[in-house]
């Protein structure tokens, strides 16, 4: 969450909107945790699998 808001304070502009600012914020936060869910996914699986659950 704070690369995001780190992210979206240093690109922003000076006049843009705070709904502008929350809606492009939940969206790179929802596009980023697919980035840190999908591995842990995969591994949580693979542990699973190989320890004969």
């Known amino acids: 969450m ?3 808001i780190l992210t979206l ?3 922003a ?3 843009v ?10 969206t790179w936060f ?3 945790s697919i ?3 999908v591995p842990a996914d995969i591994w ?3 542990g699973a699998y190989y320890s004969g659950l």
């Open 35 to 37: 980035i840190i869910l």
């Open 9 to 11: 304070k240093y690109f």
């Open 17 to 26: 909107p705070i709904y502008v600012l929350f809606t492009v914020g939940y």
């Open 30 to 32: 929802c596009s980023f």
């Open 2 to 4: 704070g690369m995001v």
């Open 13 to 15: 502009g000076p006049e």
């Open 44 to 46: 949580t699986g693979c």
